[in-house]
């Protein structure tokens, strides 16, 4: 076992292919099947989680064993079941940095969406799958559990989740900011191309169920209005007075027309279609995105600090499971020994004639009374060790071994004294 922190955290590992490192729309090829998944875990020695979402496939591991050959294993796995070296576009994390990173991701600072809320109720349902079907141990709980209690500090200290940064998202705020609930205003989408989908998409999602798309190809129109359950029409920009809202997404040759209604246009073609009063364009967007970005650099700074705090509590909690499992071997041996010597003391005292039901309490109190003063210095010079580090792991090694009996398996006994 070593209890140097910078030392045992070393066990950690992750592997690692995020919208970053892959791109967004190649990632789903990387996602892992529940048998590859399973396949996987019979290969390595190692406890085993593995974080999927639509923003990454991440495999975490921990191993007192010579970590970074699992993870040759799992790249050598992934690299066979594609038929190529994907593990050249894996970015491997070990140590602190891989525990750093876990922790970014669940604070959001790391997602497509910075901030976004989702991620902690996916790292909550991965971490207790993985537990149900028996592939994480206990070493990744710990640090599964403390990255939730960090993702959720960060959004209770700082900003990061307010202020969206996304385009279409400042889009549609702005249009609520201006005219409150959309549910059911007249919205018009002008444009069923990428960015058309995107608003419709966003709009479905916000609630809005009077939406009708307007497109020079009713076809396309029609196809993106069926996918919602909008309206649509052809494309006639007199139409747009008859909505409260229009977002317009289209390419044109580089006329602009005034707005000369009361509908609110906000506009993100390249370059703006329209002017005027009431209208919004790309350009003004972008500077609120800026200005939201540059609100969240500012968090970061906050986050850095927390997740550095959340590494301290969590080297904590790994060092305390330590010292309670070297404890529990120990004590499992003295509470076993202890037993048996109240149950000869109880006889002998029967023998004489005492059969006092406070009598044989007594014994029981006195004897577990006297076995936590006798190793209470053990304890104490124990938790110092494992707490603090030092030369002295012999130590607890050879107690270990002292007060492990045929009830501890050995393989236990033997993955503390390595730890």
Known sequence: MNT???????????????????????????????TEIKMLHNLVNAELVVLQTCNRVEMYLYSPNKIKDEVDKIIQY???????????????????EAIRHLFLVASGADSLAIGEYEILSQIRSTIDMFR???ISGKYLQIL??????????????????????????IAIDEAKKIVGDITNKRIAIVGAGEMGEKFASMLYNEGAKNVTILNR????????????????????????????????????????????????????????????????????????????LKAREEEMKKIEEIVNEGIDEFIYDYKKEIYDEIIGIIMHRIENIRKNEVIRAINELQKLGIRSQDALEIVDLM??????????????????????????????????NIFKDGNIPSNKTEKIKEK
Not at 10 to 16: R, W
């Open 4 to 34: 140097n922190s910078d030392e045992f955290i070393n066990n950690y590992c992750s592997v690692i292919f995020t919208y970053k490192t892959v791109g967004i729309s190649d990632l789903h090829s990387y996602y892992l099947r529940e």
């Open 78 to 96: 992934l690299n066979a079941v594609h038929k190529k070296p994907i593990g050249d576009q894996a970015k491997i994390l070990c140590g602190r």
């Open 132 to 134: 149900k079907m028996g």
């Open 144 to 169: 599964f559990e403390r990255a939730i209690k960090v993702g959720r500090r960060v959004r209770e200290k700082t900003n990061i989740s307010k202020g969206k940064v996304g385009i279409y998202s």
């Open 217 to 292: 190809t009713v076809e396309k129109a029609k196809a993106l209005a069926l996918k919602y359950n909008y309206n649509y029409d052809s494309l006639n920009l007199e139409k747009i007075g008859n909505f409260d809202i229009a977002f317009i997404a289209i390419s044109h040759d580089f006329i602009q027309i005034e707005n000369k209604w009361k509908t609110l246009i906000i506009d993100v073609s390249i370059p703006p279609l329209f002017s005027g009063n009431n209208v919004i364009t790309l350009k003004e967007l972008e500077k609120i995105s800026l200005v939201n």
């Open 367 to 400: 004897s577990k009374s006297m076995i936590k003063k006798i190793f209470e210095p053990l304890f104490s010079n124990v938790k110092d060790i494992v707490f603090n580090g030092g030369d002295s792991i012999n130590y607890i090694n050879f107690l270990v």
